[in-house]
């Protein structure tokens, strides 16, 4: 029978048995799957393991922290942090194209991960990567086995042929319900292990304009007020995902405290889904909509309307970029 102890326990053997004494690597991107497949290959060769976390400075509020702190206390992990942010905001300075931020996310991700790679391996020769792909990306992918398909610039596709590591793929029969009961069982922290899914690109496809550190942090209040009152409402599981999206080429005039302001809308995008294939809008209470729109307006500078989004996928995409 399926149980998640029985699932560690197969895998922690399998990995020991692939990976004998060599040394591994494996890229946490903050979400579910990088960090199970790291914590059951933790698990499995204990100090064998680096994990490396590109922090891109496009996460939202507590993400960073969590896989620094939370998920360090809870593994025991090696973690070597890669602090690019600089380096990011300046590839994205002025860029408002959608894909054009992706492909300069995408690459420079790579060429982030790339370099704590070799900087790794010149201390401890690496001969394994761990990735977390699901089953339901091994069937989209065709099955295959072997080097990495990728969806997201999460997994490393691109790395150079002088660094090429076999792969460890420890979730691959595994649906992301039964990962998210696997991290439970093996004391990742619970916003770890629920955390919706959050695109690679992170809040860069979230603000509608150009990326800097001012808008996100706009962004990132913004969208912490509606994740609290989410949580606070225990509506965490009836949602696939809440996107909040700052209109930072918009303004609207409003009027708050004594004034007429000139500021940004921000646009709530909560949706119910299976797969994100097909989505459709979450019908939220009012009473937390309102909470939310209140909360963010009072709080978040700058943001003086807040707008509701009510479209299904399709027409529309979850994402606004
Ligand atoms: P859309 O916006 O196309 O999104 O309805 C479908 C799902 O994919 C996520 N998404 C991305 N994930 N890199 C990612 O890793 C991306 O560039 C990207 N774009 C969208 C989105 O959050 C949703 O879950």
Avoid at 62 to 89: I, M, P, W, Y
Avoid at 117 to 128: N, P
Avoid at 245 to 265: C, E, F, I, K, M
Avoid at 288 to 310: F, P, Q
Wanted: with cysteine; aromatic share 6%.
């Amino acid at each position: 029978t399926w149980t998640p102890g029985n699932i560690i326990d197969d895998q922690v053997a399998a990995i020991r048995e692939q990976v004998g004494d060599k040394q591994v690597i494996c890229g946490l991107s903050g979400g579910v799957d990088s960090a199970v497949a790291a914590a059951l290959v933790q698990k499995a060769i204990g100090d064998q393991l680096t994990c490396v976390f590109v922090d891109h400075g496009l996460l939202r509020a507590g993400e960073a922290e969590q896989v620094e702190k939370d998920f360090v206390a809870a593994t025991g992990a090696r973690l070597k942090v890669v602090d690019a942010a600089e380096v990011f905001l300046g590839h994205l300075a002025g860029v408002t194209d959608p894909e054009q931020k992706r492909k300069i996310i995408g690459r420079e991700f790579i060429r982030a991960f790339e370099g704590a790679a070799r900087e790794l391996d010149a201390e401890r020769h690496i001969e394994f990567l761990v990735q977390g792909t699901l089953y339901p990306d091994v069937v989209e992918s065709g099955g295959g086995t072997g080097t990495a398909n990728i969806k997201s610039h999460h997994n490393v596709g691109g790395l150079p042929d002088d660094l090429q590591f076999a792969l460890i793929e420890p979730l691959r029969t595994l649906f992301k319900d039964e990962v998210r009961a696997l991290g439970a069982e093996l004391g990742l922290p619970e916003e770890m292990v629920q955390r919706h899914p959050f695109p690679g690109p992170g809040l860069a496809i979230r603000i509608i304009g150009a990326v800097d550190r001012e808008r996100l942090d706009l962004l990132r209040a913004a969208d912490l007020i509606a994740r609290e009152e989410l949580t606070a409402a225990g509506l965490d599981r009836d949602v696939w995902q809440f996107p909040v999206v700052l209109l930072a080429d918009v303004r609207s005039v409003g009027v708050q405290g004594d004034g007429r302001t000139y500021g940004h809308p921000v646009v709530l995008r909560p949706v119910s889904s299976e797969d994100a294939m097909t989505a459709d809008w979450s019908r939220l209470p009012y009473d937390v909509i309102a909470k939310i729109s209140t909360r963010i307006t009072n709080e978040v500078r700058e943001v003086n309307r807040v707008v509701l989004d009510v479209t299904s996928k399709p027409p529309g995409t979850i994402e606004w970029e």
